[in-house]
């Protein structure tokens, strides 16, 4: 191939994958909180001064986001962050949902994907640091299920719900949110991470219908009556695909015969979202704690095996390739006597 046609492919590649520049730009001043100094005009010399960075790299960091509308330009020198394009980083809210997508990004799944040359050649494996990404992680579980939410509060006033468990709930923001519906009804979280758990233990002190207890979801079991709603959202991946079918039969001993679990998680091979889901099973596969992704024949034998019964399976990130679907108990069959 001629040195111009190498060239204008080069070129073309590097037009198509452009928009990298806007997650490590968002990355970067989400970390270091940068939206937020340059939210009314300011100078970078200015920034740099009052937050003690270099001058020269912050001068760069504001150019890259002039380029790509992240920053406008005004007079004498000074930039503005652009409240289109990332007025979500200059909001006071509780969480930081796209910081904590950004932070798993940028310093989880890149580097562990930048690493597969080596991964693939050695066939070592990374290791996930849960009490360092634990926060991160759980902050980013809770935003993928905001988009059940709805789903869950209809379910708990159709089926009079009065006992539910939440195995790996983070920091309990789901919890939370769910007690202020449903102040009544008695909730318990559980999550192998301490930090975790301390964290939701402070955040829900003022919810007298919230108990927490640090608890690995392959082998905990409730110490009281069971559950009429179980929610196991976002945890096939920590476990062994051989204890996984174990889990859900445990939990369908644990579970009132009329009872339901809510089960959210990534599809491997998932009709929606092909191009994330294979990205997240080949992040989740180059870890010697974590585990690839189900396929849905892979669920639908696990819940056959332990005597549930899977519906209503539903994509509610396409994009992600995450799905959602409820497991309940199969009847059980009595057998009318002979006459």
């Known amino acids: 191939m001629k ?10 590649w590097m037009k198509r994958n452009e928009s990298f520049l806007h997650t490590w730009h968002a990355y970067v001043g989400n970390e270091l909180d940068l939206f937020k100094a340059f939210k009314r005009p300011v100078t970078v010399q200015e920034v740099a001064v009052n937050k003690g960075l270099s001058e020269e790299l912050l001068q760069c960091w504001v150019e890259v986001g002039a380029s790509i509308n992240h920053l406008r330009k005004r007079t004498g020198e000074r930039y503005r962050t652009s409240k289109k394009n990332c007025g979500e980083f200059l909001e006071e809210v509780e969480g930081d949902g796209i910081g904590a997508l950004l932070k798993e990004m940028m310093e989880l799944h890149i580097p562990t ?3 597969y040359p080596a991964f693939m050649k050695s066939n070592d494996r990374a290791y996930f640091n849960h009490e360092k990404y634990g926060n991160v992680v759980a902050e980013t579980s809770t935003l993928l299920e905001q988009f059940s939410i709805r789903r869950i509060k209809k379910t708990i006033r159709e089926r009079n719900i009065t006992r539910m468990i939440d195995l790996g709930c983070g920091y309990g923001g789901y919890l939370r949110k769910l007690a202020e519906v449903f102040p009544d009804i008695q909730m318990i979280g559980v999550d192998v991470n301490a930090n975790v758990i301390e964290h939701a233990r402070e955040a829900s002190k003022d919810y007298d219908n919230i108990t927490y207890i640090v608890g690995d979801a392959s ?3 409730p110490d009281e009556d069971k559950a009429d709603l179980i929610l196991l959202h ?3 991946h920590y476990l062994d695909p051989n204890e996984r079918g174990k889990l859900l039969e445990n939990l369908s001993h644990w579970l009132e015969q009329n009872g339901i679990i809510s089960v959210i998680t990534p599809i491997n091979g998932a009709e929606e979202g092909q191009a994330f889901s294979a990205a997240f099973n080949s992040f989740f596969a180059a870890h010697s704690n974590l585990y690839s992704l189900p396929n849905q024949l892979d669920i639908s034998h696990m819940a056959d095996e ?4 899977l519906s209503e399976y539903n ?4 994009e992600g390739g995450w799905y959602s679907f409820w497991l309940s108990p199969k009847p059980v069959y009595i057998p009318e006597p002979k006459k």
């Not at 332990?306 to 019964?309: D, F, M, N, T």
């Not at 994509?315 to 396409?318: L, N, R």
Request: glycine share 4%; hydrophobic share 50%.
């Open 219 to 221: 082998n905990w079991k």
């Open 113 to 115: 994907l930048l690493s």
């Open 234 to 236: 976002n945890i096939f």
């Open 3 to 12: 040195d111009w046609q190498k060239a204008w492919k080069a070129r073309n």
């Open 306 to 309: 332990a005597g549930l019964k």
């Open 315 to 318: 994509p509610i990130v396409k």
